[in-house]
T-cell receptor, first 110, second 117 residues
Framework: QKEVEQNSGPLSVPEGAIASLNCTYS??????FFWYRQYSGKSPELIMF????GDKEDGRFTAQLNKASQYVSLLIRDSQPSDSATYLCAVLTGGFKTIFGAGTRLFVKA | KAGVTQTPRYLIKTRGQQVTLSCSPI?????VSWYQQTPGQGLQFLFE???????NKGNFPGRFSGRQFSNSRSEMNVSTLELGDSALYLC????????????????FGPGTRLTVL
């Protein structure tokens, strides 16, 4: 079992729809969870982080964390073509080690 | 505030050679992590340095090594290059203050694209 799992996609949504990206992790001791966006040929850029159970909203983005289910998700409301990218879920485990999922490719169709 | 910088941006080497990549973190950041990114394997953790000490290491062979200087700049070295080492090498910096700091967030540099022929 991989430490951080994501559906590789591609996930295709129409412009204006909600895109839902999911991530599961195996280390129950993990405390912090991050979502990064990576455009083709570019380095990952941070979207947001979450460490408490529940929802955290930042503009069109909402991160959701359920530690009991070891599940974290990212919702993108009013999706735009410019949101088309690979979304990486990252988990900060003990020992200063951040583990990344393989990423989900998102396509937003105009 | 300037972001994370990496040099060189592109590198072409042949099998058997060695290579050194450099990373300058965001000012004030003391933690530097290195990752290898390939299409098939995604982002793989190499190692993390804080205050010139390696605090954690991923599952890479000993050919991959790194170090951090007193000004927090970091270098990674790959010796005896193999074709499979062709990848994008990313470094990320963070404050890295203490374990349990839930908000310690990594910021990535642009990466070094290494091609091994």
């Amino acid at each position: 079992q991989k430490e951080v799992e994501q559906n590789s996609g591609p996930l295709s949504v129409p412009e204006g729809a909600i895109a839902s990206l999911n991530c599961t992790y195996s280390d129950r001791g993990s405390q912090s969870f991050f979502w990064y966006r990576q455009y083709s040929g570019k380095s990952p850029e941070l979207i947001m982080f979450i460490y408490s159970n529940g929802d955290k909203e930042d503009g069109r983005f909402t991160a959701q964390l359920n530690k009991a289910s070891q599940y974290v998700s990212l919702l993108i409301r009013d999706s735009q073509p410019s949101d088309s990218a690979t979304y990486l879920c990252a988990v900060l485990t003990g020992g200063f080690k951040t583990i990344f999922g393989a990423g989900t490719r998102l396509f937003v169709k105009a | 505030k300037a972001g994370v910088t990496q040099t060189p941006r592109y590198l072409i080497k042949t099998r058997g050679q060695q290579v050194t990549l450099s990373c300058s973190p965001i000012s004030g950041h003391r933690s530097v992590s290195w990752y290898q990114q390939t299409p098939g394997q995604g982002l793989q953790f190499l190692f993390e340095y804080f205050s010139e000490t390696q605090r954690n290491k991923g599952n890479f062979p000993g050919r991959f090594s790194g170090r951090q200087f007193s000004n927090s700049r970091s270098e990674m070295n790959v010796s005896t290059l193999e074709l499979g080492d062709s990848a994008l090498y990313l470094c990320a910096s963070s404050l890295g203050s203490w374990e349990g700091d839930h908000t310690d967030t990594q910021y990535f540099g642009p990466g070094t694209r290494l091609t091994v022929l």
